[in-house]
């Protein structure tokens, strides 16, 4: 499994950016793959995430919820992250991640245990 992120960057406030995680190694049938963030001085969270089960279901961090928006292309085996009206807060390391039979979150809430990683991409939102 290798995951490689791409589109980050310096974006004001209010801005929009385009994330992108390009998948090998797997297809995406009994994933989990989600989107992570990981600021100076805190701890990774989830940000996003989409379990392709027998239903294919979305989950959002209520931080993210109205302005994030995550999706996939099967066909290039690539998930994406649209991020709009971004915040000073919003800045951080964006990773992505994948796991295989687990889900997207534990007692209700985004999990990181997964055991693939990227390598992150920068995302810098100024004031």
């Known amino acids: 499994v290798m995951l490689v992120e791409s589109g980050g960057g310096l974006v004001q406030a209010g801005g929009s950016l385009r994330l992108s995680c390009a998948a090998s190694?797997?297809?995406?049938?009994?994933?989990?793959i989600g989107w992570f963030r990981q600021a100076p001085g805190k701890e990774r969270e989830g940000v996003s995430c989409i379990y392709y089960g027998t239903q294919i279901i979305t989950y959002y961090a209520d931080s993210v919820k109205g302005r994030f928006t995550m999706s996939s292309d099967n066909t290039k085996n690539t998930v994406y992250l649209q991020m709009s009206k971004l915040k000073p807060e919003d800045t951080a390391v964006y990773y992505c991640?994948?796991?295989?039979?687990?889900?997207?979150?534990?007692?209700?809430?985004?999990?990181?245990?997964?055991?693939?990683w990227g390598q992150g991409t920068q995302v810098t939102v100024s004031s």
């Open positions: 190694g797997f297809t995406f049938d009994d994933y989990a």
């Open positions: 991640a994948a796991d295989a039979g687990v889900y997207c979150t534990i007692l209700g809430k985004l999990h990181t245990e997964f055991s693939s």
